[in-house]
C-alpha cells in the first residue's frame, strides 16, 4: 500500500514538474489547502451556532407576538418585559449547561483577568519561567530522539567507540532532562496555587461585601453550597487551568519543533516531504472530528457532579453543627438515610460518568494506538520508500558501491530511528492535546460554576437577588411589584448625617419576607435615644424581621427607613440573639467579637486575662453564652441595643442587674421580649398582633403585663392583606 501511493505521489509530482510547475510550490500550495480547509472544518460549528442563534432571535419575535394573541390582559400591557423574561429564562437555561461555548469563554476571560491581574505580576513570572521549560523539553525531546537514531547507526556499523561516547552523551543529557520535568510539575503547582490565591481573595472580597454571606443563602436561591464552591471548585478549577496551560502548550511546542525536525531529516533523506504531514492532517482532522461529535458532554457531568458533592458535604456539615440536638432527639435514622441518599446521588452521577467515559475512551484508544500508529507507520515509511537521493539498497548489485549500501542501509536505520522517536513524541503530544479536549469541556463546568458563583456574590452585594417566590397573591395590597419575578426593593434608606441626630425612623415601611409573605403592611415609628422599647407580640409576627430590617439584612420595599450613623466612636446598633455566637479563639477574643485585639487596643482598652483558648460553642452552657454575649453588649457600649430574646436561659435576678447596667451606660434598649418581669425597665411598647396590625404606644411606669385583649381596637391595620393598607403616618400615634 504505501508503495502504491509513492509511486502514485512521485509520478503526479514528475508529470507536474514537466507541465512547468515546481515541486516546493506545488508542496505548499497542498499543504496550506490542508490547512485551509481544516480551519473551515474547525469554524463551520460556531458559524452554525451563530446562524441558528440569529434565527431564534427572529424566532423569538414571531413568538412573542403569537403568543400575546393568547395572552391575559396584564400580560398584554407589558410585551417587553414578556419578552425580557423569555431571554433570562433562555439565559438561565442556557447557564445550566456548561460547555465549550461563548459563554464559557467569556466566563473563563473574566477569571483569568482576576487570575492574573497585570502585565508584571508573581503569575505572568511563573508563566514565563515555565513556558521556558516546556520549551527546553522540547528541544532535549528532540535531541534525545536524534542522539538515539545515532546510537542505532552505530549498533548496525559496529563502531564500538562512537557507541560508548553517544550513550555517555545520552547519560549526561539525562540530568537536564529531569530537572526540566520536575521543574515543570513545581512550577504547574506554583501556578495553580498562584492562581487559586488570586481567585479566594477576590471571591472572599464579594463575599464579606454588604452581608453577602448572609444574603447569598437567606434572600437569594441560585448558590446552594457556597462553601463547597469556595474551597473545592476553585481549587479544582485553577489546578485544571494550570494544568491545561502545559497540556496545550507542550504538545504545540512538540508538534511544531517536531514538525521542523522530521521535515529536514526527510529532505535530508532527499525524500518528499509533503506526503507525510498531508496524511496525517487529513487522519488526525477526521479522526478528531469523528471524537468530537460522539464525545459525552462532559462539562455538564462534571458540573452535575460537583453540585452533588457540594450536597453530601452540606449534609455532613449540618450534622457535625446540630450532633447535640439530632442526639437528643434520636434522629440518627433519619440523618443517615439523608446522607445515605445524597452519596448514593453522588454515587449514580459518577456511575454516569464512568459508562460514558468507558465507551468513549475506548474510541479513543482504539483512534490514537490503532489509526494513528498506522498512519505513523506509514508516515516513516514514506521518505525511505520515496527517497531518491541514497544508493537502494537491495537493486544495488554491484561490488565497488558495497560499502555505500551499508552506509545506506545504517543511514536509513538511523533516520528510521530518529523519525519513529520523534513521530512517538508527536503522536504523544497529539495525544495530548486530544485529552486537553477532554480537560477543557470539563474546566467548563468548573468555570460556570465558580464564575457563576463570583456573579452572583456581585449582584447580591449590589442588592440584586433572584428566588423563585411563591406567594399567593402578588400584588398583595399594592404593597409589592415585581420586575422579572422579583420583588423591587423601592423602599428608601436614609442614612442621617448629622452626628448628633441619634433619631430611627421607619415611614411606611412593610415588613416582608424573602419568601415575598407580608408579616406587616406598614410600620411607621420613631425611635429616639432613651426611648427604650419592649417589642411583643406572637411567634411568627415579625418582631425579629423588624431586626433584620434595621440592621439592612432584609431589603425594604416600600417607605422610608432613617438610621443614624456611627457615632463618638460607638456601633449605632448592636444585636444580640437567643443563641450567641461563639467564634474561634480566647475568652477575650469572644467579649470582644466582632472586634480584633488590635481594634480594642486602639480603643484604649487593655487586660491580661481571658486568654485561655478553648471551643466556647460546645463548652459555655446556654445561660453562660448569653452571659457572654452582655458582656459583648457592654464592651462595645453602643447607641441602641437591639436584644431578641437574649436572656431567655439566665435567671432573673441577673437579667435585672443586666438591664440596669446597660441602661446605667446609656445604651438605648430594644428588646423582644415574652417575660414579663422586663417590662419595667421601658418606656414604650411596640406590640404586633400576629395579623399584621401593630400597637406603638408609650408604657404606663408600673406596665408589669402583657396588653389587656380590649386593647387590641387600636391595632393598626389588622385588616387581612387584601386591601390597600389603612395605616398611614397620620394614622400611626404620634411619639
Ligand atoms: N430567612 C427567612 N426566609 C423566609 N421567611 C422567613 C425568614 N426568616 C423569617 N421568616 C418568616 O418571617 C416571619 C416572621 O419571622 P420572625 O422571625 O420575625 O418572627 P418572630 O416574631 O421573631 O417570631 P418568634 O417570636 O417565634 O421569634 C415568619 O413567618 C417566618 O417564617
Known sequence: MPTVISKFARKSFDKLEELGYSKVAVSKGLVSTALLA??????????????????????????????????????VEDPEEKIEKIIIEKKQRRRKQPG????????????????????????????????????????????VAAMEGAIVKYIVRKDVKNFVLMLLKWFGIAIPATFINSMIRYLENKLALAFR?????????LYFKNQTYYKVSNLDGRIENADHRLTDDISTFSSSVAHLYSHLTKPCFDLMLIGIAMARSSRKMKANIVMGPALATIVIGTTAHIMRVVSPKFGQLVSEEANRNGYLRHVHSKIITNAEEIAFYGGHKVEHAQLQDAYSRLVNQMNSIFTQKLWFIMLEQFFMKYVWSGTGMVM???????????????????????????HGVSERTQYFTTARNLLLSGADAIERLMSSYKEIVALAGYTSRVAGMLEV????????????????????????????DQPIAKGMIVCSDNESDMTISLENV???????????????LTIMPGMHLLITGPNGCGKSSLFRILSGLWPIYGGTLCIPKPAQGKPCMFYIPQRPYMSCGSLRDQIIYPDTRKDMLNKNITEDSFDEIRDWKDTLSGGEKQRMAMARLFYHKPHYALLDEC?????????????????????TLLTITHRPTL????????????????????????AKQKVPKSRQSVYQNHKPFTDAPETSPSAAPAV
Not at 473551515?40 to 403568543?67: F, M, V, W
Not at 399584621?692 to 404606663?700: C, D, K, R, T
Open 197 to 205: 490565591t488570586r481567585l479566594v481573595n477576590h471571591a472572599y472580597k
Open 679 to 702: 417590662w419595667k425597665f421601658h418606656t414604650h411598647i411596640l406590640e404586633f398582633d400576629g395579623q399584621g396590625g401593630w400597637v406603638f404606644e408609650p408604657l404606663a411606669k408600673d
Open 510 to 524: 412593610p415588613v416582608v419576607t424573602p419568601n415575598c409573605d407580608i408579616v406587616v403592611s406598614s410600620l411607621t
Open 457 to 484: 456574590f456581585d449582584e447580591v452585594s449590589r442588592g440584586v437577588y433572584q428566588k423563585t417566590v411563591i406567594t399567593a397573591d402578588r400584588n398583595v395590597a399594592g404593597i409589592l411589584e415585581f420586575k422579572n
Open 647 to 667: 436572656t431567655s436561659a439566665v435567671s432573673v435576678d441577673v437579667e435585672s442587674s443586666i438591664y440596669e447596667t446597660a441602661k446605667s451606660m446609656g445604651i
Open 38 to 75: 481544516y480551519c473551515l472544518k474547525l469554524s463551520y460549528p460556531y458559524i452554525k451556532q451563530q446562524l441558528s442563534a440569529n434565527e431564534t432571535k427572529c424566532d423569538n419575535g414571531q413568538l412573542n407576538r403569537n403568543e400575546n394573541n393568547n395572552l391575559t390582559k396584564a400580560d
Open 380 to 406: 516513516v515509511s514514506l521518505p525511505i520508500l520515496t527517497t531518491t537521493g541514497l544508493p537502494n539498497g537491495p537493486h544495488d548489485r554491484s561490488n565497488t558501491i558495497r560499502s555505500n549500501t551499508e
Open 100 to 143: 465549550l461555548n461563548l459563554e464559557f469563554i467569556l466566563q473563563l476571560r473574566t477569571l483569568i483577568q482576576i487570575m492574573v491581574p497585570r502585565v508584571l505580576c508573581e503569575e505572568t513570572g511563573l508563566l514565563a519561567v515555565h513556558t521556558l521549560c516546556l520549551i527546553s523539553r522540547t528541544f532535549l525531546s528532540i535531541y
